[in-house]
């Protein structure tokens, strides 16, 4: 969180509006969870922030879990670099 911090400080010194990164991303659910949950209480970053992904009754019975996680890591990576490109 020490980075989502600095980089919304480095956008106020330039002068620039704060940007809210998207919640498919580690920093954005764990954003959104502080902002959204009505006690917040100190947490890491888990699957459980993250928005989950729908996939197939044969993908279920493949991967289960792990396959579940595997989708929603991706997810949140190419939600990310996408987010990343956008900001240059």
Known sequence: MGLYVAFQLLRRIK?????SFPVETAMGALVNYIMTV???????????????VDFSKEQRKAGGK????ELVAKRAQDVFQSFYSSLR
Do not use: H, T, V
């Open 15 to 19: 002068g620039e509006e704060a940007i």
């Open 66 to 69: 792990k396959l579940r996680k």
């Open 38 to 52: 009505e006690k917040p209480c100190p947490s890491n970053i888990n699957f459980g922030l993250l928005p989950s």
